[in-house]
């Protein structure tokens, strides 16, 4: 069997150089897409606030590692089973940072309605619980969603997973 060593560059957002080594026929790599989701969110940026709006959220994952016996290096539709489990949470809601300096965040009752208020400085939203998640983060981006996303989804061990969460078809985020 001939050996082909395929190596790739990327350039991080850092500036810092990192490579993959792959041996073909060894080490494969599989790609999911997942059914993304739709949400709101307002990320401050430098102090500046955004105003809320929306992205079609899409996320694909890759997956590296040996096939195993039945030649497949994880399966397919069990990864888009936890990723749309993982995205279905989102999908739909207000996207809030749980962790932000920034965005103070205040939960209320009125009779049966539950809300939040956040505020950033003197400007607020109010939304009714029930439509906003709240993300594990400082801040909502794309980042912090491949991150969380990442974070829920199981891999048997050998296995390297990579998340990408694109905001739009030019702009996107990957964890690791
Ligand atoms: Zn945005």
């Known amino acids: ?76 539709i069990e990864l888009k089973k936890q990723l749309n489990k993982t995205t279905e949470q989102l999908d739909h809601k207000i996207l ?18 539950q809300s939040v208020e956040a505020r950033v400085n003197e400007k607020f939203y109010s939304f009714p619980l029930e439509d906003v998640f709240f993300l594990p983060a400082k801040t909502v981006t794309a980042e912090e969603l491949a991150k969380f996303i990442h974070s829920k989804t199981r891999m048997p061990s050998g296995k390297t997973l990579l998340v990408r969460v694109f905001e739009t078809k030019t702009s996107w985020a990957e964890y690791p």
């Open 96 to 113: 809030l940072p749980a962790n932000s300096s920034d965005i103070k965040t205040t939960k209320t009752k009125t009779g049966k309605q």
């Open 1 to 76: 069997m001939q050996w082909f060593w395929l190596v790739c560059l990327r350039v991080l957002s850092f500036g810092v150089l990192k490579f993959r080594v792959f041996v073909r026929g060894v080490v494969l790599k599989s790609c999911v897409r997942g059914k993304g989701f739709s949400s709101a969110h307002f990320v401050v940026l430098s102090g500046k606030c955004e105003r809320l709006h929306g992205h079609n959220y899409a996320v694909e994952c890759e997956i590296e590692g040996k096939q195993d016996a039945e030649g497949v290096v994880f399966d397919f």
